[in-house]
């Protein structure tokens, strides 16, 4: 069963910075298209950040561009979203996301996504 779980999320002061992972298991996805969504209540889930498959290109949301970085370690079979200088707009359940077939772009659209996260709290208080 595949399985992807986010963890790092918490409260932090604006400004602060947090680091979360997704970690993978009953596939690995070393080939496959990653990324990160976020969603708030009562709000449509909001592309954050994408990794093609081989890592080697990235995209990021206008509004958290120069802020967050996303990576992965093939090895741990585990994907990040560093984000740093964290606002109180960032503020949303954080979801990780992967496409089922290898060698696949990466997309904004959460329905190009096949498998994902349980999601995890990021609070940015003012």
């Known amino acids: 069963q595949v399985q992807l779980v986010e963890s790092g999320g918490g409260l932090v002061q604006a400004g602060g910075s947090l680091r979360l992972s997704c970690a993978a298991s009953?596939?690995?996805?070393?080939?496959?298209?990653m990324g990160w969504f976020r969603q708030t209540p009562g709000k449509e889930r909001e592309f954050v950040a994408s990794l093609a498959w081989n890592g080697g290109s990235t995209d990021y949301a206008d509004s958290v561009k120069g802020r967050f970085t996303i990576s992965r370690d093939n090895a741990e079979n585990t994907m990040y979203l560093q984000m740093n200088s964290l606002k109180p707009e960032d503020t949303a359940v954080y979801y990780c996301?992967?496409?089922?077939?290898?060698?696949?772009?990466?997309?904004?659209?959460?329905?190009?996504?096949?498998?994902w996260g349980q999601g995890t709290q990021v609070t940015v208080s003012s």
């Open positions: 009953g596939r690995t996805f070393s080939r496959n298209a």
């Open positions: 996301a992967a496409v089922r077939s290898k060698y696949s772009s990466a997309s904004y659209s959460p329905d190009e996504y096949d498998y």
